[in-house]
């Protein structure tokens, strides 16, 4: 576990990152046959170690990926992997017994160890740019069938489906009220519905992250109460995260800051922004009593799962115990976790441990997203 503390320095990821930022949006898009070409970032000719596999798509990162060196490398997993879809570096996040909660919310006690498997996780948030190039994508594909979905679309028996929604995929323009072409490229999207982000993760070939994976990728297994550490003055912290301050400037930005901002704050993983700037979707029913309910197991396969409505005052069921004691959630409800704290939270409510939640068809000015990529097993 000594790659836990291992912080990341990358001048190097710094330069990649910038080049395809700076790159924009809509470079694999242009032609009509929608050929998707090999991110400019990824490594397509490396060779893996034995064992390690990638899905379709993800790439080591280009000119970063050395095998068996101390620096790129957890046992045999590249350190970063480039997402051809949307070029996202993710970071590797090994298989940990992590301690979620404890802090000063009545949600978030008591604290309950979870294990959770290996896996990669967006850099960084989800750019303006990056989530237009998948609106494009959706607008244009809508208006030519509109039975059109991202791949793996939800069904009507998906408990992540809504029959309320009507069709829950499609993406909204919402995000533009927040995006001014050029002006903000590189700064988080937001204002977009849990759904949107949904559909967004899945056309990746990702998912949104559960709350442990959340809360894995931005602490690590040692409870630090943020992804830097524990220091929380406003006269520390502004050099660190992005959150509401009492000057509105104090830490250089009253909204959102770009997402590769704050260096010094990343996660053990070297993960950005996991405390403010926007704050974040997960996959997860929100469910403020659930950590009364400490398991270390998954649900069972055989649970009967099924749409959950809005306004069903049934929940949360006392009775559906495996769906509480579920690490990943439980399988209904009608608010999704939201973790992280936001530019226009204070810092103690950007703490790794505070939950939030809101419905899925919020449209928040403050709320944007990241994916992650699990892996098939645990290593
Ligand atoms: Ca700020
Ligand atoms: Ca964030």
Not at 172 to 177: E, I, M, S, V
Not at 316 to 343: E, T
Request: net charge negative; proline share 8%; charged share 20%.
């Amino acid at each position: 576990m000594a790659a836990v503390n291992r912080v990341w320095t990358g001048g190097l990821m710094a330069c990649a990152l910038a080049v395809v930022l700076a790159s924009g949006f809509g470079c694999h898009c242009k032609n009509k046959s929608m050929t998707i070409l090999p991110s400019p970032l990824a490594d397509t000719a490396a060779v893996l170690p034995e064992g390690v596999t990638l899905p379709a798509g993800f790439y080591p990162l280009a000119g970063h990926y050395q095998p068996n060196s101390q620096d790129d490398d957890y046992n045999g997993w590249p350190r970063y992997i480039v997402s051809d879809k949307d070029d996202m570096i993710m970071a590797y996040v090994p298989a940990q017994a992590i301690v979620m909660g404890g802090g000063a919310g009545l949600d978030e006690v008591p604290a309950r160890t979870v294990s959770v498997s290996h896996f990669y996780i967006d850099l960084h948030e989800v750019s303006n740019a990056q989530f237009n190039r998948f609106y494009r994508l959706a607008v244009r594909q809508d208006e030519k069938d509109s039975s059109w979905s991202p791949e793996h679309p939800l069904r009507a028996n998906d408990p992540d489906y809504c029959g309320a929604m009507g069709r829950p995929w499609q993406v909204t323009r919402a995000f533009k009220d927040f995006w001014r072409l050029s002006a903000n490229n590189l700064h988080p999207v937001r204002n977009v519905s849990w759904w949107e982000a949904n559909s967004y993760s899945r056309w990746t070939g990702k998912q949104l992250p559960t709350e442990a994976q959340w809360e894995a990728a931005a602490r690590g297994s040692d409870r630090r109460k943020y992804p830097w550490g524990n220091q929380s003055t406003s006269e520390v912290t502004r050099y660190l995260c992005n959150s509401k301050t009492q000057k509105a400037n104090y830490d250089g930005y009253e909204y959102t800051a770009p997402v590769e901002s704050f260096a010094g704050g990343v996660s053990p993983y070297g993960v950005y922004q996991m405390a403010g700037n926007v704050a974040e979707w997960c996959s997860d029913w929100y469910d403020p009593g659930r950590y009364a309910y400490p398991s270390l197991e998954d649900p069972p396969s055989d649970v009967i799962r099924g749409p959950k409505l809005f306004g069903d005052r049934n929940y949360p069921n006392p009775q559906d115990k495996d769906a509480r004691n579920a690490r990943v959630g439980p399988l209904r409800g009608d608010q999704k976790a939201i973790r992280g704290g936001s530019f226009a939270d204070p810092i103690e409510s950007c703490r790794v441990e505070t939950r939030e939640a809101a419905r899925p068809d919020a449209h928040l000015n403050d709320v944007g997203f990241r994916c992650v990529l699990p892996l098939a097993s645990a290593q």
